[in-house]
């Protein structure tokens, strides 16, 4: 065992110099066959190392190595930050190291989250690394952290290998390598929700432990209030369905013994497993309290605001879910035409989320002999309901973003898709008669289980997009291809939009398309100087300023529309003659272009 350790050990940690010469290569030589190459060989691990046993500490260590590897592939393209959120967030966390304290009265969801005004800084002055470094290498690192976590609680309900599966699932899901690296705050809520689970699952109960597990939940209150909201409705739902369950045992003379299925007539039905410590009404209390008082007096209520008119336009939908199917984004990402391998990422999709649903149902009803708890069981249910949610409510995918939803879902879903697998090779061995001579090993079904997922992450990293000369319709590809104009910056695009907010005159306003806007993010505080989003050409008044980067200029083509993270996105590319002609060009760097309108004729 040790040797296999150290051959472990050594052999993984080559993942993540891959990953960082495969970001080099794509930063300088705009080559991605170093990135082709490192996804190859992780595909090829995930294989590798599940038809194998080893140790938790080695299984933790490969887990962590692939992590940050997953990670740092996608975070180190570009010299500068990428994506949505993490705009805002950098530019809060730049105002504490610019004034040396927290301006707490800054009405801002961005500004009252500690992991982003708070943690950020001080890695970045304790390490000493500016904040783009920060974010793009010491948080990916931190996250890492949850992968590993998650592993020790599934071994502690199912096995060691199943635990490794899972987790891997849970890695290659695209939300967890691009999504999430343009919400930092996020990743720090998951770190303390993992915190809590681990805690709650593993350790033996002690006042220390109570102790750790409050500073655990006021970590996730402060970090992210969406991934606290998520936890909260999740615990709350998943304690009432274990109370009604105890009440119906108690009624029908249940022991409420684990997996005890046996009943008067025979059949099966589901009772409840012990354990239920992740559900205790003090620890469910003091998180709603926590998220109350931070929000109201942080957040200076912004956050509850938004969460009351979310709930609100969702049970104002609910009765019309048919006749507003095109509001519901679960339902558009998944009926949508999308190119033959995005199609072929869509069903696995689907196929990995019906397995959850076999393997949840299966372990209900005793069909799986495992050791899942009580607690964890009931709150992977309404993690499953969340998540069907998603699909099917209008508003409620849009609120919460669906990406971000799938991947906290994934927490609780992950070991049950590996479990649904493993129970239909069982159901399809069962099927064959007796006296065949066909004999399928279990190590065969953890392997298969690992081409599943190796399959999985292929399609979702973008790795056969390429190799189908496709352009996929997310930014899930960053690392791999850049034809999709993903928010993704250069140089001179930064020079460009520091010059307008420096020099723009107060009573003027600013257009940029959806994806430029995004940039103009690092400089301001959207809320009271926004940058606004073009919607449409004739929504330019006369003497604004228009703003064009790289995409636009090369594609002679701006992204006019809704926003694509809203309710129904109808973004669309449309010739930017529109904003070129007949209006001043009042800065031009050759990759980047600033209008200042005289008039703006409609499409």
């Given at each position: 065992?040790?040797?296999?350790?150290?051959?472990?050990?050594?052999?993984?940690?080559?993942?993540?110099?891959?990953?960082?010469?495969?970001?080099?290569?794509?930063?300088?030589?705009?080559?991605?066959?170093?990135?082709?190459?490192?996804?190859?060989?992780?595909?090829?691990?995930?294989?590798?190392?599940?038809?194998?046993?080893?140790?938790?500490?080695?299984?933790?260590?490969?887990?962590?190595?692939?992590?940050?590897?997953?990670?740092?592939?996608?975070?180190?393209?570009?010299?500068?930050?990428?994506?949505?959120?993490?705009?805002?967030?950098?530019?809060?966390?730049?105002?504490?190291?610019?004034?040396?304290?927290?301006?707490?009265?800054?009405?801002?969801?961005?500004?009252?989250?500690?992991?982003?005004?708070?943690?950020?800084?001080?890695?970045?002055?304790?390490?000493?690394?500016?904040?783009?470094?920060?974010?793009?290498?010491?948080?990916?690192?931190?996250?890492?952290?949850?992968?590993?976590?998650?592993?020790?609680?599934?071994?502690?309900?199912?096995?060691?290998?199943?635990?490794?599966?899972?987790?891997?699932?849970?890695?290659?899901?695209?939300?967890?390598?691009?999504?999430?690296?343009?919400?930092?705050?996020?990743?720090?809520?998951?770190?303390?929700?993992?915190?809590l689970l681990v805690i709650g699952t593993t350790v033996a109960k002690s006042s220390a432990r109570t102790i750790v597990m409050l500073l655990a939940a006021i970590g996730l209150?402060?970090?992210?209030?969406?991934?606290?909201?998520?936890?909260?409705?999740?615990?709350?739902?998943?304690?009432?369905?274990?109370?009604?369950?105890?009440?119906?045992?108690?009624?029908?003379?249940?022991?409420?013994?684990?997996?005890?299925?046996?009943?008067?007539?025979?059949?099966?039905?589901?009772?409840?497993?012990?354990?239920?410590?992740?559900?205790?009404?003090?620890?469910?209390?003091?998180?709603?309290?926590?998220?109350?008082?931070?929000?109201?007096?942080?957040?200076?209520?912004?956050?509850?605001?938004?969460?009351?008119?979310?709930?609100?336009?969702?049970?104002?939908?609910?009765?019309?879910?048919?006749?507003?199917?095109?509001?519901?984004?679960?339902?558009?990402?998944?009926?949508?035409?999308?190119?033959?391998?995005?199609?072929?990422?869509?069903?696995?999709?689907?196929?990995?989320?019906?397995?959850?649903?076999?393997?949840?149902?299966?372990?209900?009803?005793?069909?799986?002999?495992?050791?899942?708890?009580?607690?964890?069981?009931?709150?992977?249910?309404?993690?499953?309901?969340?998540?069907?949610?998603?699909?099917?409510?209008?508003?409620?995918?849009?609120?919460?973003?669906?990406?971000?939803?799938?991947?906290?879902?994934?927490?609780?879903?992950?070991?049950?898709?590996?479990?649904?697998?493993?129970?239909?090779?069982?159901?399809?061995?069962?099927?064959?008669?007796?006296?065949?001579?066909?004999?399928?090993?279990?190590?065969?079904?953890?392997?298969?289980?690992?081409?599943?997922?190796?399959?999985?992450?292929?399609?979702?990293?973008?790795?056969?997009?390429?190799?189908?000369?496709?352009?996929?319709?997310?930014?899930?590809?960053?690392?791999?291809?850049?034809?999709?104009?993903?928010?993704?910056?250069?140089?001179?695009?930064?020079?460009?939009?520091?010059?307008?907010?420096?020099?723009?005159?107060?009573?003027?306003?600013?257009?940029?398309?959806?994806?430029?806007?995004?940039?103009?993010?690092?400089?301001?505080?959207?809320?009271?100087?926004?940058?606004?989003?073009?919607?449409?050409?004739?929504?330019?008044?006369?003497?604004?300023?228009?703003?064009?980067?790289?995409?636009?200029?090369?594609?002679?083509?701006?992204?006019?529309?809704?926003?694509?993270?809203?309710?129904?996105?109808?973004?669309?590319?449309?010739?930017?003659?529109?904003?070129?002609?007949?209006?001043?060009?009042?800065?031009?760097?050759?990759?980047?272009?600033?209008?200042?309108?005289?008039?703006?004729?409609?499409?």
């Amino acid at each position: 065992m040790t040797t296999i350790f150290r051959r472990k050990t050594l052999f993984i940690f080559i993942y993540p110099l891959l990953a960082i010469v495969g970001a080099i290569s794509m930063n300088v030589l705009a080559s991605n066959l170093p990135t082709m190459v490192f996804l190859l060989l992780v595909a090829i691990g995930i294989v590798y190392i599940s038809a194998r046993e080893m140790s938790s500490l080695s299984y933790s260590i490969v887990i962590y190595a692939l992590s940050v590897s997953l990670l740092w592939h996608n975070s180190l393209v570009s010299n500068h930050l990428w994506g949505d959120d993490v705009q805002s967030e950098y530019y809060f966390a730049s105002q504490v190291l610019t004034n040396a304290h927290w301006v707490s009265s800054i009405a801002n969801d961005f500004n009252s989250v500690l992991s982003i005004v708070m943690l950020a800084p001080m890695y970045s002055l304790v390490v000493g690394l500016n904040l783009v470094q920060t974010f793009k290498i010491v948080y990916p690192a931190l996250y890492s952290l949850v992968p590993v976590g998650l592993f020790y609680i599934f071994r502690k309900q199912t096995n060691e290998r199943i635990a490794f599966l899972a987790v891997c699932y849970f890695m290659s899901a695209f939300p967890f390598y691009a999504d999430m690296l343009q919400v930092a705050r996020q990743q720090i809520a998951e770190l303390f929700l993992m915190l809590l689970l681990v805690i709650g699952t593993t350790v033996a109960k002690s006042s220390a432990r109570t102790i750790v597990m409050l500073l655990a939940a006021i970590g996730l209150v402060v970090s992210h209030y969406s991934t606290a909201y998520f936890y909260i409705f999740v615990v709350v739902l998943a304690y009432f369905i274990i109370t009604v369950r105890k009440s119906s045992m108690a009624v029908t003379g249940k022991s409420g013994q684990p997996y005890d299925r046996a009943t008067p007539k025979g059949g099966r039905r589901w009772s409840l497993p012990n354990g239920t410590d992740l559900l205790e009404p003090y620890l469910i209390l003091f998180l709603g309290i926590c998220a109350f008082l931070w929000v109201s007096f942080a957040a200076l209520g912004l956050a509850f605001g938004t969460l009351v008119v979310s709930a609100r336009n969702i049970i104002a939908n609910v009765a019309s879910v048919f006749s507003k199917i095109g509001t519901v984004q679960g339902i558009t990402a998944v009926t949508s035409p999308q190119p033959f391998a995005e199609n072929i990422t869509r069903y696995l999709t689907i196929l990995m989320l019906a397995l959850a649903v076999v393997g949840l149902v299966g372990v209900m009803y005793g069909r799986n002999r495992m050791k899942i708890r009580g607690d964890y069981l009931a709150m992977s249910s309404v993690a499953l309901v969340v998540a069907g949610a998603s699909f099917v409510l209008p508003y409620f995918a849009a609120s919460l973003q669906i990406d971000r939803v799938y991947n906290l879902s994934l927490i609780f879903l992950a070991p049950f898709a590996i479990i649904g697998f493993l129970t239909l090779i069982g159901f399809v061995q069962g099927l064959l008669p007796t006296g065949t001579g066909f004999h399928w090993p279990i190590r065969r079904s953890y392997a298969a289980a690992g081409i599943l997922i190796a399959t999985f992450l292929l399609f979702n990293s973008g790795f056969f997009y390429v190799l189908a000369n496709e352009t996929p319709s997310s930014f899930t590809t960053v690392s791999l291809n850049s034809q999709n104009d993903p928010p993704i910056f250069n140089n001179q695009e930064y020079t460009g939009a520091a010059w307008l907010v420096q020099y723009a005159a107060a009573d003027n306003h600013t257009f940029a398309d959806e994806n430029r806007q995004l940039l103009f993010s690092d400089f301001t505080n959207q809320l009271t100087d926004p940058v606004s989003v073009l919607t449409s050409f004739s929504s330019i008044p006369s003497g604004s300023y228009v703003f064009l980067g790289t995409y636009n200029i090369e594609s002679s083509s701006v992204l006019v529309g809704t926003s694509r993270l809203s309710i129904n996105p109808t973004s669309e590319y449309l010739n930017s003659e529109k904003v070129t002609v007949d209006n001043n060009l009042i800065f031009s760097s050759g990759a980047t272009s600033i209008f200042f309108t005289i008039r703006v004729s409609s499409p």
